[in-house]
């Protein structure tokens, strides 16, 4: 049963423009959410993550959007730049310390120049 | 400051066989959890490990099984290996408490 749902298994970008990469949760316990970025052969590395306290979090060119009535996150990349192709996870936990993440099955965005 | 280590990278080993990964996490991290990504999937939690204690486990046989040593390092131990075993193994460190994880490059373990 997958709990968080990456329904794009991939997104083409042209450099400059905005990507946006989506996430649909199924559990209403969620209340973190992450977003992490994965090149190939190596580890997936942590990007921004948002608490269900807000709707939105921002970090430069990087901002997550979260709409609990929906069981919808997003991730806004702008301007997208080639060194951001890569896939992409989106990630769900219940707050409490050392839960596990849900993971989405991911996003691989390509950035043209 | 190293960062999440794991080892070794690659692993071919033949089913039935028995395997050990090992995992250093990143300087002052005391909990460990490990991960199985399967091609084109996301990653699933396998279990976590904090003060040498299995703490949270996900939908995993007994085969799986892990251990973390007094220095906070991990390993993770699958016995009788499947075909299915075969994916990239994960391990993310943390700082107990903490909601974000930092994660290992993996260990490609290949299972024929």
Known sequence: DQQVKQNSPSLSVQEGRISILNCDYTNSMFDYFLWYKKYPAEGPTFLISISSIKDKNEDGRFTVFLNKSAKHLSLHIVPSQPGDSAVYFCAASIEVPGNQFYFGTGTSLTVIP | ?112
């Open chain 2, 1 to 112: 400051d190293a960062g999440v280590t794991q080892s070794p990278t690659h692993l071919i080993k033949t089913r039935g066989q028995q395997v050990t990964l090992r995992c250093s996490p990143k300087s002052g991290h005391d909990t460990v959890s490990w991960y199985q990504q399967a091609l084109g999937q996301g990653p699933q939690f396998i279990f976590q490990y904090y003060e040498e204690e299995e703490r949270q486990r996900g939908n995993f046989p007994d085969r799986f099984s892990g251990h973390q040593f007094p220095n906070y390092s991990s390993e993770l131990n699958v016995n009788a290996l499947l075909l299915g075993d075969s994916a990239l193994y994960l391990c993310a460190s943390s700082l107990a408490g903490a909601t974000e994880a930092f994660f290992g490059q993996g260990t490609r373990l290949t299972v024929v």
